[in-house]
Structures are given as structure tokens and as C-alpha cells.
């Protein structure tokens, strides 16, 4: 494989949920195209290390356990793991939801993420339908001082925007990509109109064109049961995964003119001319 | 009620929520977190089912696992029509024979699909390699049923059989499986897509059908 550049080998990646990793079930996975092995010790310290091509215990991994996640990094990370205080406040429930594996760019997921257009034809009659197809005039803001890009004012119309939710809504999007492959998006609170709800994926890049996604829900919700709120997320993202696998190249092409846009995917453009600017190669064309 | 415990991405519940939906009967999900929390392999749920497996339903004192025998039974007591589990020696022998293939050999599609969307250790090419067998015998018999008249795998109305062989057939992508090959099976699945009482799942891209 080239070289990796150095935005994507510095940041710290999820590779697994703190509940699943237990000292009876190490991960063995891959991250960046290497080989690692996470593994919970007795003492309930997590773990990681890069495995070798013969597969024996290479350098140790740095690994932090933050929002109920597991994360490590291959490079030297500027700054800590981004900032989500939702995850601390009283009420909130933290639904992890799993790993999905999809054969495509960690790029294509970040983008697919944050583009509302495909809602009616994708998840139809759950986060869009025909013939309310319109995607409002939204902003999107590269927040200089923490490099995060924002997509705000994204109203939508969902006929059942959450779990929770029984009737259509005009729902109110805010995205936030806190680094080039993790993505949260915050969404009107069907239950409490004063509050968001959280959806984040957290691609772990297995190579280029392979990866694991994580995702969880941060929510209010007095009402489903994890088991609930799971099965809707998985559903969401099953049919995400079928679009993301049939577009080509996998790699996400950052070259001028490469594919073409409309106004609906400004967030799109500017992502991808954000990650551009910082260097990413790992997974663009 | 009829109770079906179910899991949202598993086309095994999938045949028994599209009976449902099909005959129109009221029902009540009890969503069984199948992934990651592997409740199907937990006391409660052994106790409904001991192979650990979805779907489960429970309909008063009668729990029935395996989603062929559900289909059996749900059309038995609720199809009014008698159609979709037909009276008929010759035309119930039928319908069993390619409802066991739903069950049976298309399901090597289904063991596909939860290696690469779920990372189950299976043998991928193994079972890639069989569902493609298995899709071939399909796509020959669609083909000369059609050459008969008929549209459908057990005669000339749908039956339980189809309901047992759709999902896993319309759902192989998500397991790299390719249809490209099988013009007489995407032919029935577009057909299968027009029954009254269809309902999707994700991973069936029910909108791009026509």
C-alpha cells in the first residue's frame, strides 16, 4: 500500500465497543491495512497492538475508552478525541448499535451521511418520501477554530423521522463532521422539543476501500427499548450500505469535475474540499 | 395476538412478517436484539426456542420456531382462499418441496450475507458457490414454469413457497451474490413486489422495480 497520509494515520479510529470487548473476546481486525489485535486484560484495562504479517505481537497501540468506545490510533494525534458533553448529560441513553461491514471508502460513508437528498428514494416513508423531495437551502460552515465542518439549517419533512416518532415531521438537521471520518448528526428530539438527538458513525477504516462502520444513538427516549431503537438504526444503515457498495470507484474522487453536483450537496462539495485541504489521501482518488 | 419475535434485518423474520402483512392479520414485534446484544442466544429466549434462531411466534399456548413451519401454519388457519398453502395432494407437494428449498438451499445466500455484513467466520466462497448453485436450479425452474404459463414456483398463484424463497434471493447482494446471471429470477421478484400486502425490508429495493 503507499504511503499513508499523515491526517489519517493522526487521528484516533473506534475499533470496537467497550461492552464487546471482554477478556474473552479479543478483536482481531485491521486498521489502515494493518493488522491489529484489541484485547480487554483481566484487570479490565483495554488493550491493543499491531500484529505482524506472521503473526506475531508487534508495537503496542496507544487505546483510550471514551463514550463507551474503544479507540486507538496508528499515528500521533494532535489533540484528544473530539468533544460530545451529550454524552454526559442526565437522561440521555447511549445506544451503541454495533458494527456494520461495508466494502467501500470511509469517505463515501462520511459523505453518504450527510446527504439528505437520497432520503426519500432510499429510506423511503421513514426519513423521506415522494414527492416531499425538496432539500432546503442549508449552510454549511468550516468552524476554523476547532476544524470542524458544520451543516446547519437542514430542514427535512420525515414520516418517521426516529424510533419514537408516529407521525410525519418537519425535522430540524444540524451535521457535524468532527474529523474527516466521523460524522454526528443531531436531529429534532420527537419526545422534547428543546432537545436533539444524536446519530453518530464512526467508520474504522479496515483499508482503503473496506470498513467497519460503529454507530450509536445518544437520545432522549422514554419510550422504545434499545432493541427498538436498534433495529431502526440497523435498518437505516442496511440500506445505506446497499448504495454505498454499488457506487464507483469506492475511493471518494476529490479531483475537480470528477462527478457531478447540485446545489442539495453543498455539504458534500465542501467536504470533500475540506478533507482535500488537509491532506487526506487514504481512500480519495 | 399473534406475537412474532422478530429481528428487523433478517429475512427469516421477513417471511413471516410479509405472510402476515399478505393475510392481513394483526400482529405484535417483540424486537429481539439479534445483533449485537445476541439476545436469541440468551436464557429467554432459548426457552421460547433452543436452537437459539429467529423467528419465533407465539400465537396463545403455541410457539413455533422455524419460519416454514410458521408459514405453514398461518396460512392453514387464516387463508380463507386456500391458495397459499393449496388442499391438493400433487399441488401441497409442491409447495413444501420448494418451500424446504427456501429453507434449505437458499439459504447458503443468507450464511453469505451475515459474513459480510455481520463478519460471521463462515467459508464465504463456500457458501457463494452454493447459493449460486442453488440460484441456477431457481432461475431453470422459474423459467420453465413461465414456458408453462405459470408464474409462480408451486403453479399459477403464489404460495408459501415464494414467500419461503423471496427474501434470501432478493436480499443475495448484501451477501456479494450477483443476479445478473438469473433474468427469470429478478422476472418473479418483480412480480413477487406487486402481491397485495407486499411490504420491504432494507436491503430490497423495492422502489427500483420497475
Known sequence: MTQIDSTTLNQWYVIQSSAALTPSQPRKTRLLGRDILAVRQEDGQATAWEVSTKGEQGQALPVRECYDYVWTTLGEPDGDIFSMPEFYEDGRRMVVCGIATVQTSPGRIIENFLDMSHFPFVHTDVLGAEPDTEVNNYKVNLRKDVNELWATECGFYQPKAMASATEGIEVDYQYRVANPFAAILYKTCPDRADAMDLVGILPQPLDETNCDIHYFMLVFDDVNSDQELIQFQQGILMQDRVILENQRPRELPLQRGAEITIRADAASIQYRRWIKEMGVGFGTL | ?210
Not at chain 2, 392481513?24 to 445476541?38: A, C, K, T
Not at chain 2, 387464516?78 to 395432494?89: K, T, V, Y
Not at chain 2, 450475507?113 to 448453485?133: C, E, G, M, T, W
Open chain 2, 1 to 210: 395476538m399473534i406475537k412474532l419475535y422478530d429481528y428487523i434485518l433478517s429475512g427469516s423474520c421477513y417471511k413471516v412478517r410479509l405472510m402476515l402483512n399478505i393475510l392481513n392479520i394483526e400482529y405484535e414485534v417483540v424486537p429481539v436484539d439479534f445483533y449485537p446484544g445476541l439476545e436469541h442466544k440468551k436464557p429467554e429466549m432459548l426457552a421460547l426456542n433452543p436452537l437459539g434462531q429467529l423467528p419465533v411466534m407465539v400465537d396463545g399456548d403455541l410457539v413455533l420456531r422455524d419460519a416454514q413451519s410458521i408459514l405453514v401454519y398461518l396460512a392453514s388457519k387464516f387463508d380463507d382462499s386456500n391458495s397459499w398453502f393449496p388442499d391438493d395432494a400433487a399441488a401441497r407437494g409442491q409447495v413444501a418441496m420448494w418451500t424446504a428449498f427456501g429453507g434449505g438451499e437458499i439459504m447458503a445466500a443468507s450464511a453469505a450475507r451475515l459474513h459480510d455484513v455481520l463478519n460471521y467466520p463462515f467459508d464465504i466462497d463456500q457458501q457463494r458457490k452454493s447459493a449460486h448453485a442453488a440460484f441456477v436450479i431457481l432461475d431453470d425452474h422459474i423459467a420453465e414454469q413461465e414456458i408453462m404459463g405459470l408464474d409462480w414456483l408451486a403453479g399459477g398463484a403464489p404460495t408459501i413457497a415464494d414467500i419461503a424463497c423471496f427474501p434470501y434471493v432478493s436480499l443475495s447482494e448484501d451477501g456479494g451474490i450477483s443476479r445478473e446471471e438469473y433474468p427469470a429470477i429478478e422476472r418473479w421478484l418483480r412480480r413477487f413486489m406487486d402481491i397485495p400486502g407486499f411490504i420491504d425490508m432494507p436491503g430490497v429495493l423495492q422502489h427500483w422495480r420497475n
